[in-house]
Nanobody, 119 residues
Framework: QVQLVESGGGLVQAGGSLRLSCAAS????????MTWYRQAPGKQRELVAR???????QYADSVQGRFTVSKDNAKNTTYLQMNNLKPEDTAVYYC?????????????WGQGTQVTVSS
């Protein structure tokens, strides 16, 4: 089993910054990718940013240039630095990990962390 623990959410004014963290622990051989998703009330969950084992990154158009995803392999932790936050960034942010262990692929989710941006 693998646990993903997110932290760093909160309330911030528009134009401010937050940094989210997602730490993975447990039976991990290779983390193939870690992805941040978000879900606002009444909306579908959407991909925000992804970082792969080879350090490839992908961003939603709405956050390109404002958000930066990174990782610390030694800590099995991924970060989402969010700058110039806008009210439309308000959502619950979830961390997802695509992990290989024992020759099998597994998909895990964190519990989510609330980000609220006030205007």
């Amino acid at each position: 089993q693998v646990q993903l623990v997110e932290s760093g959410g909160g309330l911030v004014q528009a134009g401010g910054s937050l940094r989210l963290s997602c730490a993975a622990s447990g039976k991990i051989f290779v983390i193939n990718a870690m992805t941040w998703y978000r879900q606002a009330p009444g909306k579908q969950r959407e991909l925000v940013a992804r970082i792969t084992h080879g350090d490839g990154t992908q961003y939603a158009d709405s956050v390109q240039g404002r958000f930066t995803v990174s990782k610390d392999n030694a800590k099995n932790t991924t970060y989402l630095q969010m700058n110039n936050l806008k009210p439309e960034d308000t959502a619950v942010y979830y961390c997802n990990a695509d992990i290989t262990y024992g020759g099998w692929l597994y998909d895990y989710w964190g519990q989510g962390t609330q980000v609220t941006v006030s205007s």
